[in-house]
């Protein structure tokens, strides 16, 4: 088993920036890719961005794309999120999710989620 826990969300204004953090425990040898997504109020779950154990490999929405930055810090078993310029589009719940895999922007892949951190952008 796998824990997840994210911090670091909150209320900022358009244009600012955010690090969210999320603190792998457990059997974090099972976290081969470490993943980002996000639930905006009355929408789907949708994939953010996703890095794999040795940080060689980045994948991002392209939502994103060139705003967010994803990196992890094994020794520490953490990863960050983070996230420059923000929109108010980018409002949303923030999970952190664990794979075991070769994966990408696949929900169903990950096997391990956290519980959410609520990220707040205003306009």
């Known amino acids: 088993q796998v824990q997840l826990v994210e911090s670091g969300g909150g209320l900022v204004q358009a244009g600012g920036s955010l690090r969210l953090s999320c603190a792998a425990s457990?059997?974090?040898?099972?976290?081969?890719?470490m993943g980002w997504f996000r639930q905006a109020p009355g929408k789907e779950r949708v994939f953010v961005a996703r890095?794999?154990?040795?940080?060689?490999?980045?994948y991002y929405a392209d939502s994103v794309k060139g705003r967010f930055t994803i990196s992890r810090d094994n020794a520490k078993n953490t990863v960050y999120l983070q996230m420059n310029s923000l929109k108010p589009e980018d409002t949303a719940v923030y999970y952190c999710?664990?794979?075991?895999?070769?994966?990408?922007?696949?929900?169903?892949?990950?096997?391990?989620w956290g519980q959410g951190t609520q990220v707040t952008v205003s306009s």
């Open positions: 999710a664990a794979s075991s895999r070769v994966t990408f922007d696949i929900q169903r892949n990950y096997d391990y």
């Open positions: 457990g059997r974090t040898d099972s976290t081969f890719v």
């Open positions: 890095i794999t154990r040795n940080g060689g490999s980045t």
